[in-house]
């Protein structure tokens, strides 16, 4: 178990402005599973692109097996036995499971062979597939279990896992894990890159910690308590969002209430709204969770004004709005927050004030007589980058090249600075550091105190447990009846979000 | 060899500089092209940019230029709008003839009246008529979802139809001795077009071009629409997300720039052209397209595109007389000043790295 697998050593890589890693040294052994921990921006992702032949280190060397290892493109990586599951799927929804595996195959073979090999993996490792099925039809989770066949069927030495289990149930990522554990004792290496402390700790043999592109220190997460971990990997004492006891407003209608809402997805590939029931007080906050694609954009969309529906579906404080456009919804106070950010929530080639203007011309009167008050606008946006502690050189830059954790920043910060009535949020700490994360949610829980509703759509159960009142699951479209988030086990959460989506324990043959 | 990198953000100073870079470039392969030909590059490239303008007959040629520039302003100030909308209104060519037809008809319909009114109530009817043959692509694409390309298009060939009848029929002239063309506006003083300077090529048409520039300048900048408009063709998720409607923005962006079309035309017919003939389509509808990129979708960069482009087009023409050059080959040199733009264009966005190199 000792055999050392991976070494690099001194490895840095720059970037016009920005040091990405810099003098980056650990070791991987056979079989050892090995965390990547760090804030967003620390550089996990360069270093793994580095070892998967993405991106050239400028100085530093790497050694697979003892022998010197510079991998100039993904294909060399792979043949050396280094595999990835990345983040994003790479996959053709139009395609079937088999197809869509040949496609990231050099020599495929012919399709039923392949079929069969497909099917023999994914028993083998307690991953059940359908090599015939389209990928389309398929489940998030299920279509990792694509992406980590895909790789097990190159027989890799080094398994590099980017995020893996942030799109799925509970259950499916104790599925996971017992996988990833067998592979372990096989002797396949795991390089699993997470900010989820707990699963870190449950999972992992060794941790290398980064900071701002440097290795801040290495740890056995099993020795070490997941808020060591954390300030180390932040830097700073995190305290947790705070909260203090809901005030009763005494309203006679709820600020929201959506009834039998059902609306057809408008997008290619996505689940239909079906016959939706909840409703949210002021001063309260509805968590909403869920494996990705399972109606999440739609219901945002449905709520924002985006997708229309009959009337009396959405009510705000009792008068029906369902089929009112998103403007006219904001001038009632409702604010959105997309989970997409470049494209939906902002356009990416225009300035950070321009987008300030996007979603806050209504509530923030940034107009008048349909003439743009820029000046104004432009000080609302510095105010935002100010607040919310925006790292960009001036609100005049495009929002393309804000890294994701600011942009994310801003665009919260946009719609939390609007005094809103109504907030919908969807993914609201994606992508963001452990200490913006902490920021926002604590944003959250004061814009509620301040009066309110909030619906939070996550697929994060750790946004969700510390900002929610109530509970409810979206599972294909459907949302189960909400519930007091107090009380909740992880065990009846993983259950409203759809148990394990059918999937089998793993068990070696 | 080299890698394409995107930029964080559009460089500003390429934004402006490729249309400049563009022009260089067509001048030295259009002069390579010409030396192919058989002719003195040098002289030929003298003929097209120098010669209008300083040149022995600058005085007269230099009026041309207003007058080829002003509808090419006008027509591609109106299409930008749309193109920044995503919205592509191929048929300004068919909207600028059924403006035309409609100035025209109003004026010949009360034809030998002498009134000032006259004049006014052509403008609004020409602009009328090319808004109403864009409202057929329009309200075709926000009903049935067809596509505004090829249904712009294709009316530009039904609208030379309806063109020809009238230069044939409903609008021939009743003292013309049966030959095809309308009555002549510049034997109709009320409702002429008249050159306001003398000499400098200056007419209504022209002043139109000027503040619609201005105008589009303060829509995009300032107005909330221009805002929309920008949105919808950057990110139209966005744009919806913002509370912009698709199906308004379609018809709005194709109503502004069909009506400018008409205008344009209006003003050529009642001035310029003089008459509503067969031939009197010119292409300017479809010339405008390449003005409205020319000028980066931009008003003031359209205004600067117009002039240029009407400079191609005159010099063109001088030389074509004087140098005996094929009209085929001007023509071509026009299309490699589309081709340049469009290929340098790539710079504003991304840098070209050399490898083992520094950043361009």
């Known amino acids: 178990m000792t055999t050392e697998l991976l070494r690099i050593d001194g490895v840095t890589k720059a970037y016009p402005g920005v040091v990405a890693n810099s003098d980056v040294s650990f070791a991987i052994s056979k079989g050892e599973i090995h965390a990547l921990l760090g804030e967003n921006g620390a550089g996990k992702s360069t270093l793994v692109k580095m070892i998967y032949g993405l991106v050239k280190p400028d100085s530093g060397s790497m050694a697979l097996h003892g022998q010197p290892y510079a991998p100039a493109r993904p294909s060399a990586a792979r043949n050396s036995g280094v595999a990835m599951v990345f983040q994003h799927f790479s996959l053709f929804e139009a395609l079937n499971v088999a197809e869509n595996v040949a496609l990231g195959m050099e020599n495929p073979p012919p399709m039923r062979t392949l079929a069969e090999k497909i099917s023999a993996v994914s028993t083998e490792y307690g991953l059940p597939l359908d090599p015939t099925r389209r990928v389309g039809d398929l489940s998030a989770g299920e279509r990792q279990r694509v992406e980590i066949v895909r790789c097990l069927l190159q ?14 149930t509970p259950q499916e990522v104790d599925i996971l894990f017992q996988t990833l554990r067998q592979l372990s004792a096989e002797g396949t290496a795991i390089l699993y890159i997470s900010h989820k402390l707990e699963e870190i700790r449950a999972l992992c043999d060794e941790a290398t910690i980064l900071r701002r592109g440097k290795v801040v220190g290495t740890c056995t997460p099993r020795d070490v308590s997941a808020r060591d971990m954390a300030e180390m990997m932040v830097g700073a004492v995190l305290t947790p969002p705070a909260r203090s006891a809901r005030k009763d407003w005494g309203d006679a209608h709820a600020a929201l209430e959506v009834t039998g809402l059902s609306a057809a997805s408008p997008i290619p590939f996505g689940t239909s709204l079906k016959d939706i029931t909840f409703s949210v007080q002021r001063g309260e906050v509805l968590g909403i969770a869920g494996v990705a694609g399972n109606g999440q954009d739609e219901l945002l969309l449905a709520l924002s004004g985006e997708l229309r529906s009959a009337p009396e579906m959405v009510k705000c404080f009792g008068s029906p709005i369902g089929d009112t456009p998103p403007n006219a919804r904001r001038a009632l106070g409702f604010v959105a927050a997309p989970e997409d950010r470049l494209g939906h929530a902002a356009a990416p080639d225009m300035s950070l004030v321009e987008n300030a203007f996007l979603s806050g011309a209504v509530r923030k009167t940034l107009t008048r007589n349909g003439f743009i008050d820029w000046s104004k606008t432009k000080r609302w946006a510095e105010e935002v980058v100010a607040q919310y502690d925006v790292r960009t050189p001036g609100t005049w830059v495009a929002a393309r090249a804000l890294s994701g954790g600011n942009l994310q920043k801003f665009l919260i910060g946009r719609e939390l600075s609007q005094a809103p009535e109504v907030v919908i949020i969807n993914q609201p700490t994606w992508g963001v550091d452990a ?21 939070v759509i996550s697929q994060d159960l750790d946004d969700l447990l510390e900002v929610s009142d109530r509970f409810a699951a979206l599972n294909e479209g459907r949302l189960t009846p909400a519930r007091p988030t107090e009380g909740l086990t992880v065990d009846e959460i993983g259950l409203m979000m759809g148990g394990a989506h059918g999937m089998e324990v793993a068990h070696h043959g | 060899m080299f890698v394409l990198e995107k930029r964080p953000s559009p460089s500003q100073f390429w934004t402006y500089a490729t249309p400049v870079l563009a022009v260089i470039l067509t001048m030295i392969a259009g002069g ?11 002289i030929a490239i003298r003929t097209i940019f120098w010669d209008p303008l300083f040149g022995e007959f600058a005085f007269y ?37 059924i403006g035309a037809i409609f100035g025209a008809g109003v004026g010949l319909a009360v034809f030998p009246t002498e009134t000032r009114w006259i004049f ?38 039904v609208a030379q139809t309806i063109l020809s009848k009238a230069a044939t029929g409903f609008l021939r002239n009743p003292q013309g001795m049966g030959f095809p063309g309308s009555r002549n506006f510049s034997t109709y003083p009320a409702a002429r077009n008249v050159e306001l300077i003398q000499e400098s090529g200056m007419h209504w048409g022209v002043v139109a071009a000027f503040i619609a520039v201005i105008a589009a300048y303060v829509l995009l900048q300032r107005h909330m629409l221009g805002f929309q408009i920008k949105l919808a063709g950057q990110a139209p998720r966005a744009a919806r997300f913002a509370g912009v409607q698709p199906t308004r923005l379609v018809v709005l962006c194709m109503g502004i720039s069909g009506a400018l079309a008409g205008l344009a035309g209006m003003f050529e017919v009642s001035g310029p052209a003089g008459q509503i003939s067969i031939d009197f389509a010119s292409g300017y509808g479809f010339t405008a397209i390449i003005v409205a990129f020319l000028g980066r979708l931009n008003p003031l960069g359209i205004l600067l595109a117009g002039l240029v482009m009407a400079l191609t087009y005159v010099g063109g023409e001088m030389a074509s007389t004087n140098l005996n050059l094929p009209s085929a080959a001007i023509q071509a040199f026009q299309g490699m000043l589309l081709f340049f733009l469009l290929a340098v264009d790539l710079l504003s966005n991304y840098r070209i790295r050399l490898l083992n190199g520094r950043a361009v």
């Open chain 2, 32 to 42: 390579a092209m010409f030396a192919l030909l058989g002719k003195d590059p040098f």
């Open chain 1, 155 to 168: 027989d890799p030495k080094l398994l590099i896992m980017d995020e893996p289990t942030s799109v799925l």
């Open chain 1, 435 to 455: 200490a913006a994360a902490a920021f926002i949610r604590q944003e959250i829980l004061d814009r509620a105190q301040d009066g309110a509703a909030v619906v």
């Open chain 2, 120 to 157: 006014p109530v052509m403008i609004v009817a020409g602009a009328f008529g090319g808004w109403l043959w864009a409202m057929i692509p329009a309200i075709l694409k926000t009903r049935f979802n067809t596509n505004e390309i090829l249904v712009s298009l294709m009316l530009v060939y």
């Open chain 2, 61 to 97: 040629l230099r009026g041309q230029l207003l007058v080829k520039a002003g509808p090419l302003i006008l027509i591609a100030v109106g299409l930008s709008l749309g193109f920044r909308a995503g919205i592509w209104n191929i048929g300004a060519e068919g909207q600028y003839i």
